[in-house]
């Protein structure tokens, strides 16, 4: 309990810290005067770009989610519409609880909702998350190359690196799943029972990346849902007049740098961190202080605002509630 508690207040202090650093050196005329001047045109696709990475979101975990095991009877064909809703209420409350809880309230639904283990449901969800790091990475490392004058040679270096343990990882994974399902891999049963348990329920998580056409579609979508969500920083910028510094492959280091700030361990919605981010990553770029951290907040309030309502819609829809997830979550944990 002491060490939940002393996590929420470093997640807090990194927050403030990063938000004073993105605060401290702005006018905020000047930052009402960049946001004032946005082309109100542009919202529109940038709202349905935001829609559609959801869409792409639950095909890809859909692919994922076919794996299940031949014990799980009980399993329904995981329809588009549902995971669609799931993967929303998933990232809405990433984006309002601690500790990422999103992710693991997503699995428990899943269960609920599709009748599959909610541990099988939860590794395909650390599938889905190696997935989205490895097609990021790779974005960005082609970005990279396009503006080493912005990225240096190291950090593009690691990764590469980061790709090819993520990319290892996941064939040790699949390996593993298929040893255990021939009777192999006896070293297992040797740890205790419940590690060993864990171990092989965490690896099912691969199994549909056995067929090769699975594996190439879930690559595909993994590298088209951050192409598309590229899209939105691209077209901010045409909304601010900022077309001649951001192109479609500056988006890429922009998106990749925000995902990097949102994996630090700061407040819900990664706010601080991630304007203080993109707002050094535009102003090594001659954007000036006031015009980086405008842009960085309304993108980010873009997807904050639209996947956070969305999900809490979807949540109550398929008849939940945050009272109801916590009755559940004691149930469990007891």
């Known amino acids: 309990?002491?060490?939940?508690?002393?996590s929420a207040v470093l997640s807090v202090a990194v927050t403030v810290f990063f938000l004073w650093l993105a605060l401290r050196k702005v006018s905020f005329s000047e930052v009402q005067h960049a946001a004032s001047r946005m082309d109100l045109r542009y919202l529109a696709p940038m709202?349905?770009?935001v829609v559609f990475d959801l869409l792409v979101r639950a095909l890809r975990w859909r692919i994922l989610l076919a794996g299940a095991p031949a014990s799980d009877a009980r399993a329904e064909k995981p329809r588009v519409w549902v995971l669609f809703q799931l993967e929303a209420i998933g990232l809405a409350l990433n984006n309002i609880l601690l500790f990422r809880l999103g992710e693991f309230t997503r699995a428990y639904l899943a269960g609920v909702e599709l009748k599959v283990s909610g541990f099988y449901a939860l590794a395909t969800v650390f599938v889905e998350r190696a997935l989205d790091m490895i097609a990021l990475l790779s974005l960005f490392i082609v970005a990279a190359g396009m503006f080493p004058e912005t990225v240096p040679a190291a950090m593009?270096?690691?990764?590469?690196?980061?790709?090819?343990?993520?990319a290892c990882g996941l064939v040790f994974v699949s390996a593993l799943d298929r040893a255990f399902e021939g009777g192999g891999a006896a070293w297992v049963d040797r740890l205790p029972e419940k590690a060993s348990s864990l171990l092989r329920k965490a690896a099912l998580g691969s199994r549909a990346l056995r067929d090769p056409l699975a594996l190439l579609a879930a690559v595909l979508l993994s590298l088209t849902l951050w192409m598309v969500d590229a899209g939105v920083y691209f077209l901010l910028a045409r909304a601010m007049g900022l077309e001649r510094v951001i192109g479609y492959g500056r988006s890429l280091v922009i998106l990749s740098t925000a995902a990097a700030a949102s994996a630090l361990p700061a407040a819900p919605g990664s706010f601080g961190t991630f304007e203080k981010f993109v707002q050094d990553v535009l102003v090594s770029w001659s954007v000036s202080e006031g015009v980086a951290l405008a842009y960085a907040g309304i993108v980010h309030l873009m997807f904050y605002l639209v996947v956070t309502f969305l999900g809490i819609a979807f949540l109550y829809r398929l008849g939940h509630t945050f009272g109801s997830l916590t009755q559940a979550a004691k149930e469990n944990l007891g």
Not at 1 to 6: A, D, G, N, P
Not at 156 to 166: D, E, Q, T, Y
């Open 156 to 166: 593009r270096a690691g990764a590469i690196v980061a790709v090819v343990g993520l």
């Open 1 to 6: 309990m002491i060490k939940k508690y002393l």
């Open 47 to 49: 709202l349905a770009v």
